[in-house]
């Protein structure tokens, strides 16, 4: 009788580790598919977005476009965009040529033309005309 039930558990365990590496290779298979069909779609979307793909390459520095912009479908193009647009709007004052005010003149070697009250006095107070 003990040999029969060890033969027995045996059996169960062949069994079960049958049924895990069986399962295994299902979430194997699964996965594949999965990432096919996760591939297919980024696909279509390169098709079917081909200008706001190109558009979006353009704004970023080597050519490439983001990661997860094409799996995020036509909304995440559209936002890549404009997210590069805003900040393209928010950096236009750093972009823009110095001003021309008194600060050149300060490198110049001239003194600054003041017009406050408060900057002429200061210098009045060092001796300074």
Do not use: H, W, Y
């Amino acid at each position: 009788e003990e040999e029969e039930e060890e033969e027995k558990e045996k059996e169960k365990s062949a069994k079960t580790d049958i049924d895990e590496e069986l399962e295994k290779k299902r979430e194997g298979v699964r996965k594949k598919i999965r990432a096919i069909g996760k591939m297919a779609r980024m696909f279509n979307v390169l098709r079917e977005e081909s200008e706001g793909c190109q558009q979006l390459r353009q704004l970023t520095d080597d050519g490439q476009l983001p990661k997860g912009v094409l799996s995020a479908g036509k909304m995440g193009i559209v936002e890549a965009i404009e997210g590069f647009e805003e900040a393209k709007r928010i950096d236009a004052d750093n972009e823009r040529r110095p001003s021309t005010d008194d600060s050149s003149s300060v490198r110049k070697g001239r003194r600054p033309s003041l017009t406050r009250q408060a900057d002429m006095s200061a210098l009045q107070q060092f001796g300074v005309q």
